[in-house]
Nanobody, 123 residues
């Protein structure tokens, strides 16, 4: 059974860094485009960052470009999101997703999802 499990969330102060991890089982991340989405309380879920199956291509939401970095470790079957210079607007539940059709902006184009991890940034 395909499963994605996120970890690494928490409560931090503005300016801090966090690294989120997404551990996959039942699927090989090297075969999928992998993405991180986030959903602030009461708002829609939006793409934050994505990486192609080969790792050659990445995409970032404008608000996080230059602060966040997505990476993958195929040997560990894990995808990461390094988040630096966090600010209160980054507060959200962060979700990991896997898709077969390459980097897509629409959440409906992703096939597997994790349960989410909460990131809270205080000012």
């Amino acid at each position: 059974q395909e499963k994605l499990v996120e970890s690494g969330g928490g409560v931090v102060q503005a300016g801090a860094s966090l690294r989120l991890s997404c551990a996959a089982s039942g699927l090989s991340v090297r075969s999928y485009a992998m993405a991180w989405f986030r959903q602030p309380d009461g708002k829609e879920r939006d793409l934050v960052a994505a990486i192609s199956s080969t790792g050659a291509t990445t995409h970032y939401q404008g608000e996080v470009e230059g602060r966040f970095a997505i990476s993958r470790d195929n040997a560990k079957n894990t995808v990461y999101l390094q988040m630096n210079s966090l600010n209160p607007e980054d507060t959200a539940v962060y979700y990991c997703a896997a898709g077969t059709v390459g980097i897509q902006l629409d959440e409906n184009d992703y096939d597997y999802w994790g349960q989410g991890t909460q990131v809270t940034v205080s000012s």
